[in-house]
């Protein structure tokens, strides 16, 4: 029901903190990290969305245990009021930016190794000349950390690949990736013309930390493949693992995104169609307004970046 011209102002405030209120939970999938956004407490956010529910006369949410889903009237509600709570919260950044000039200001990027070497640099490069008096900071962060600052406001957006991503972050991917295997030249299955499951097991590996996005994923294949492997050496960086290989240390699965110019010193074969692609995207908090500095340096990376707007991940079947 519309709301009339004579409603008190109130009320009218009333219906924006309860529509924020839901579009926080729908996003946080959480009544508590909602209230954790909002500073406010549990209670509060309850009774919002409840008083919600009574003057719209329908349920917008569901429990299953500690979390909570949408309906399909929640669904419907929140593809029309987060862009509006989004607007309203982000008018005082959008006019502060808004009275500077594109070629200025600042922008904080958040990426991991593989971004930081591979994927930012060809598209920073253009960036950079076309708008020089922009100061970008790109802060070379772990996965956690990229979570935490996104979380925090500390950057504009993330760059890199992640297995598990929080509800309270919007993800858009941008590219895809398969696996190889490097060896070294002299290494047996270099002289493979087809690796299989069986030929990977038994090997000595050369692999980055564990908690890395794509070596969970090659563990994870393994695991799911009955697979048995020893790790040789753990090294720091994709670089060091191709480095490794090359003296001979051992064989890796490493992401092509690391092997998009001439790999020295190893020899790279294909591996079964049982290890998936990997995506490289974009990450950022949601309710976050994007200063036109990010969303000029998203559009370069991916033209039709803001065309969709997807609903929270995890809210659909």
Known sequence: MPIPADTPSHYRQDRLRQLRAFCFTAEAGSISRAAGRLSVTQPSVSLQIQALERELGITLLERRG???????????????????????????????????????????????????????????????????????????????????????????????????????????????????????????????????????????????????????????????????????????????????VGLGFGIAIVSNVCLTEATPDVAVRSLPEVFPKRTYGAMSRRGRFLSPQARRFLEMMRPDFFDAEDLPSGLRD
């Open 66 to 244: 500690p979390r909570i889903r949408l309906t399909p009237d929640g669904e419907a509600l929140y593809a029309e009021a987060h862009r509006l709570v989004e607007a309203i919260d982000g008018l005082a950044e959008r006019f502060g930016e808004g009275n500077r000039p594109l070629d200025s200001g600042r922008l904080d990027i958040g990426a991991g190794e593989s971004s930081t070497l591979y994927l930012l640099p060809p598209i920073l490069e253009p960036f950079m000349a076309e708008h020089p008096h922009v100061e970008v900071r790109l802060h070379h962060l772990s996965v956690g950390e990229l979570m935490e600052a996104l979380r925090q406001d500390q950057v504009d957006f993330a760059v890199g690949a992640i297995l598990d991503m929080p509800d309270e972050l919007r993800y858009r991917a941008i590219y895809a990736y398969g696996l190889s295997l490097i060896t070294p030249p002299d290494h047996p299955l270099a002289r493979r013309d087809v690796i299989t499951m069986r030929d990977l097991a038994g090997q000595d590996y050369i692999t980055p930390p564990r908690e890395m996005t794509t070596w969970r994923l090659i563990d994870l294949v393994f695991q799911q493949h009955a697979v048995r492997y020893h790790v040789r050496l753990e090294v720091g960086s994709w670089e060091a693992v191709k480095r490794y």
